[in-house]
């Protein structure tokens, strides 16, 4: 199914009569806002999705995030709920804006998420080709599962920094 998104100019205004096309998006193009989901379960523990091999970028690394680009109508938060649903199969009770920023080199306007759900912790589904694994870890955890996971390297900084570790 061909994807359309809302098309934005580089101060993330929505212009208006204007659309993408997913196929024929270029950075030639506007930018189109994306959405960045890290989900954390009502225990604390943190959700890592495990990228199948099949993947083109990043295969066999855990990330800790759902999430894509917002299709042309819907708002960051509607996508940002949407995705989880697709990616997890996780129903979410909060969710709050943590940042925004923009990649003028990929012409997208980024917002990151932290959502919270009640979802039993083995409710996850995968994407094939997508994803094919997932773990929850407690925020104590995080350094022990760094040290033998391979996780993308732009997560494990971040967590790093919203949990004051090193």
């Not at 270029?26 to 890592?48: E, G, K, N, R």
């Not at 998420?113 to 979802?119: E, F, G, Q």
């Not at 870890?137 to 004051?164: D, Y």
Request: charge should be negative.
């Amino acid at each position: 199914m061909t994807e359309v998104w809302d098309a934005y100019d580089e101060n993330r205004k929505l212009i208006p009569d204007k659309f993408i096309i997913r196929e024929n998006f270029s950075t030639m193009d506007a930018f189109h806002l994306v959405v960045d989901v890290l989900v954390i379960h009502q225990d604390s523990s943190l959700l890592f999705m495990h990228r199948s091999a099949d993947k083109e970028s990043n295969p066999n690394l855990y990330e800790a995030s759902a999430g894509g680009s917002v299709l042309k109508g819907e708002n960051s938060q509607e996508a940002a709920i949407r995705e989880v649903k697709e990616e997890t199969g996780l129903d979410l009770y909060r969710l709050d804006l943590l940042y925004q920023y923009s990649n003028p080199e990929h012409h997208g306007h980024y917002d990151r998420y932290l959502a919270r759900t009640d979802c039993p912790k083995h409710s996850i589904v995968y994407q094939e080709g997508e994803t094919d694994g997932h773990i929850w870890v407690k925020p104590e955890e995080l350094e022990s599962f760094f040290a033998t996971h391979k996780v993308l390297p732009g997560h494990e900084t971040e967590l790093r920094l919203l949990f004051g570790l090193d």
